[in-house]
C-alpha cells in the first residue's frame, strides 16, 4: 500500500525557515516523480515544485529561489526546504507522487499525502 | 505561465443529474498533459483523470473526460451523493503547472 507522511509544519516568523519531509513507503522511490501542492486556508490548489527520478528540479515563479526541493532515495523521502517565507506562503502542503515510470509517460499525482500545515506569522 | 480557466464557478444538481464542468487554458495544452482532480473538504485531492480522458484507477465510469487544444471537460453523468465537492484541472508545461481555481458541485 501505497503511503505518504509530511511532516515539518508549524508556525515560523515571516523571513524564516523550515524544511517539510515527506516519508514515503509501499512503492519503489526512487522510480518516480514527486510533487509539492500547496492549498492556503480556504483557497485552491497551487503547485508549488516538482523534481523527477533524475533529479531535475522545477519551480513555481512564486516560489523560485526561496524554496528548494530535493530527495534521498535511500531514505524514501521527499523534502522541500522553505526559506525567505511570507505570510502567503501560509498553507497546508501536500506531498504526491506522479504516475509516471518508465511504462507510462502520461502524468497525474495518483497518490497523495494528507498535508501538514505551514503558517506564517509573527 | 498556462492559465486555467474553470466554469462555473458552482454547480447546484440534485443526485441523479449529470453535471459538465468545464476547463479553458490560455495556451494549448497537449492531451498528455491535463488532468482531473476532486477533492472533499479536510481531504487531500483525488486524481480522477489523466491525459484529457483516462480514468484512474478506481474511478467510477460514471466520470468522463474530454477535450483537446484550449477546452476541456469533465462530465459526471448520474450524480452520486459521494460526488458533490470541489473539481479541479491540472496542466503539466514543460517546466510549470498551473491549476484551474475550482468548480464546487453542491447538492441542489
Known amino acids: 500500500e501505497v503511503q505518504l507522511l509530511e511532516s515539518g509544519g508549524g508556525l515560523v516568523q515571516p523571513g524564516g525557515s523550515l524544511r517539510l519531509s515527506c516519508a514515503a513507503s509501499?512503492?519503489?522511490?526512487?522510480?518516480?516523480?514527486m510533487t509539492w501542492v500547496r492549498q492556503a486556508p480556504g483557497k485552491g490548489l497551487e503547485w508549488v515544485s516538482a523534481?523527477?527520478?533524475?533529479?531535475?528540479?522545477y519551480y513555481a515563479d512564486s516560489v523560485k529561489g526561496r524554496f528548494t526541493i530535493s530527495r534521498d532515495n535511500s531514505k524514501d523521502t521527499l523534502y522541500l526546504h522553505m526559506s525567505s517565507l511570507r505570510a502567503e506562503d501560509t498553507a497546508v502542503y501536500y506531498c504526491?507522487?506522479?504516475?509516471?515510470?518508465?511504462?507510462?509517460?502520461?502524468?497525474?499525482?495518483?497518490?497523495w499525502g494528507q498535508g501538514t500545515l505551514v503558517t506564517v506569522s509573527s | 505561465e498556462i492559465v486555467l480557466t474553470q466554469s462555473p464557478g458552482t454547480l447546484s444538481l440534485s443526485p441523479g443529474e449529470s453535471a459538465t464542468l468545464s476547463c479553458r487554458a490560455s495556451?494549448?495544452?497537449?492531451?498528455?498533459?491535463l488532468a482531473w482532480y476532486q477533492q472533499k473538504p479536510g481531504q487531500a485531492p483525488r486524481l480522477l483523470i489523466y491525459?484529457?480522458?483516462t480514468r484512474a484507477t478506481g474511478i467510477p465510469d460514471r466520470f468522463s473526460g474530454s477535450g483537446s487544444g484550449t477546452d476541456f471537460t469533465l462530465t459526471i453523468s448520474r450524480l452520486e451523493p459521494e460526488d458533490f465537492a470541489v473539481y479541479y484541472c491540472?496542466?503539466?508545461?514543460?517546466?510549470?503547472?498551473?491549476f484551474g481555481q475550482g468548480t464546487k458541485v453542491e447538492i441542489k
Open positions: 504526491a507522487k506522479d504516475r509516471r515510470s518508465s511504462t507510462s509517460r502520461v502524468p497525474g499525482e495518483d497518490y
Open positions: 509501499g512503492f519503489t522511490f526512487s522510480s518516480y516523480a
Open positions: 523534481i523527477h527520478s533524475g533529479d531535475e528540479t
Open positions: 495556451q494549448s495544452v497537449g492531451i498528455s498533459y
Open positions: 491525459g484529457a480522458s
Open positions: 491540472h496542466q503539466y508545461g514543460f517546466s510549470t503547472r498551473t
